[in-house]
């Protein structure tokens, strides 16, 4: 089993370099609100440990990060088959071979390697001069439930969809 993790996480880590060869799949709003939804706790603790040394200890994320992750994780069961959906969409570049040693995994070694993946991208990519603004947009959010919060951001990408600018990141979003 742990071999089976390790080759899964070197098969996710290739996945970014194979898709950047071919246009990835674009997702639905309602797709990259799973999506958005089931990342968010792990979003969230990569914020944290990324912002840990630049932020004062009384900002939102040193006093009540840990309580909103743990209350954004509560909504993770529900959003995961959407989510793994979505997120098999976006792998559809990856070598077959690694997506099928995905595939085959159990939902809990698959949730741990999307949680690992999306913390790990965010502590390493988030710019830290950036921090105070995630602080403040994280304590305005923290008043939503997790489902609205991913809903919000799920319509803000399909707007910006609208708006011709179809990607975030390097996901595109699909336009209606």
Request: aromatic share 6%; with cysteine.
């Amino acid at each position: 089993r742990v071999r089976q993790m390790r080759a899964a996480l070197l098969a996710l880590a290739l996945v970014p370099g194979v898709a950047r060869a071919a246009e990835p799949p674009c997702l639905s709003s309602a797709e990259f609100t799973a999506l958005a939804g089931y990342g968010l706790a792990s979003a969230i603790a990569g914020t944290s440990q990324r912002c840990a040394a630049t932020l004062p200890a009384d900002a939102f994320l040193s006093t009540q990060g840990p309580a909103l992750i743990a209350r954004y994780a509560t909504a993770k069961p529900a959003m995961w088959p959407a989510a793994k959906a979505a997120f098999f969409k976006l792998g559809i570049a990856a070598p077959p071979e690694a997506m099928q040693m995905l595939r085959a995994l159990p939902d809990a070694s698959q949730q741990q390697l999307v949680d690992i993946f999306v913390a790990g991208i965010v502590a390493e990519k988030l710019p830290v001069e950036h921090c105070a603004t995630f602080d403040r947009l994280l304590a305005l959010l923290s008043l939503l439930p997790p489902e609205s919060t991913a809903e919000a951001i799920g319509l803000a990408a399909g707007i910006g969809s609208r708006a011709g600018q179809a990607r975030i990141g390097k996901i595109v979003i699909c336009t209606p």
